[in-house]
């Protein structure tokens, strides 16, 4: 697969814009917890902060992304979706409120979704291309989402390397895949810290921000290799703040210097692979 | 620049290192409510204190910076001496609970005597009012910084969803934000029994970690925030790793760009509408 300007791979800078949802989330379960502001002021610091900073070293590299964003969030933080929307970025399905309660049968989840898509519709004007689900959707709700559901890509976590067309047990979508690798990808599964609750499980240590680094340059050089598309899991309340910031640039920088990598938004990626397999498809 | 401030003497950003003097009772970040009078964490909390805290003076000391200690009142009963020392040498003192207490779970007058009984052993130890508050690791609720607030208190610095200094939108209280990323101990601190961290992690490279708060330094500057740099002595204080520390203030007061201050020089300044 060779994409726009001869480029060996495409990646998507994908930015999951979860706020305060996570850390609400977290913390419903302990004593007291639906009042805690701690861990939800780490979450919040993305929206608040965290958004603008990234913003600002998009711009600088002419870079568009997308941004997956839980509903709730677009409706708590309406003035920050606007200034993502008006730098002329992507804004895609994260769910409503970053739980994983999506129904459990074809008919609720699709109600789920399609809730969360009118919040879009209301705040952004228009519903949302693609999808990076925080929960489990049963294969029918898959197969509904990339078919008649009209959603042009899947970008879920943890999603493999499946290429081309998305595949719900084996069977082709029409949808594309964008696959999310976060053992390298996610800024927050490297780098996120809290006490209580432990976050992440078992409280391992904040990864050296150099690691984490070359991680992404490696994971980049190996979708060039491999001639394949992906998306990363950046979280603005991480990538956001002042040091990741610095490496975020950096990583930015790294990508417009490079003539293997195409950057680009999910949509775009999902609109090219699609021309290009139909015209495989024809010739 | 999104979030530029100008800062006193025409600095363009700022560094506080503040120190968590929580002895035995880190214990409490790791597992709330534990007996931290026993076993490594009795241990770990004691060499802190004997090993670490003096080292840590000296460096201070050295680079003619001063911090700002918070410590739980108990750590004031039970080292005198030791916070007479920091007193004296000319720190600032801030509160951090009585006990390290999980006061997100306390109902609001349970908070208010926690932190009433904290403060009032620290004053009467050292004889200075006590004006700056940081929650003790774990949660607080809304609740908390009312009662921060009604105690007069002139800041707080617990919060993280911001990076300069901010006022608390319902309490109108000044609050000074951290990071985990900027917090020596989850790096460093290791015990068996009970395991600490809970996933007995190895404990991360000191070249690492200092590299992660060169990056921190850079982007501070880049954005001219505040860097509230957070340590324990256990942590930082040991022979090992105190040369992080002076690695971090070499390159800080070489650059000459951050304004280096206490907490209760930051509230003075936002107090004047300075900042």
Redesign the interface.
Known sequence: MIWPGKAMCALNLGFDLDGETIWRNKARRLAGGDRFIKGPSIGAYGPKRGAARILEILREFDFKATWFIPAVMVEEHSGIIEDILADGHEISHHGYDHTGRYGDSLQEQQEYIGRCQEIFVKYTGRPAYGMRPTGALLPETERWLYGEGGFLYSSAGTSGEGRGFYEVNGERTKGIHIPCRDEQMDDYVQTVFHSYPAVLEGMPRIAAYDVVYSNWIREVEGMARNGSCGSSAFHPQIAGTPGRAVMLERFCRYLADSREVWCATCVEIADYYRRALEEEKDE | ???RRIWPEGKTCALMISVNLDAEFYGR??Y?GIDVNEGDILRLGRSGMEYGLPRLLKTLDHYQVKATFFIPGEVAVGYPEAVKEIAWRGHEIGCHGDCHE?L??LEKEAQREALCKGRDKLEALTGKPVTGFR?P?????????EVVKELGFSYSS??????IPYFHEKTGLLELPI???LFDL??FTFAFDPPI?????????MD??L???E??????K??G?L?NLQLDPQTIGEQGRIFMLERLLEQIQADESAWIATGEEIAQQMGQGDL
């Not at chain 2, 690791?137 to 910084?145: A, H, Q, S």
């Not at chain 2, 961290?197 to 490279?205: F, T, V």
């Not at chain 2, 990056?215 to 501070?220: A, D, H, L, R």
């Open positions: 620049m999104s979030n970040i790791f709330p999980l997100g779970c929650m690791e774990g949660e607080i609720n809304e609740e908390t910084l617990s919060l993280s969803d911001d990076d990071h985990w990323e989850p790096y961290p809970p996933g007995q992690a190895r404990s991360a490279s690492q970690v590299k992660n708060w990056y921190e330094w850079q982007g501070t880049r954005w925030t860097m």
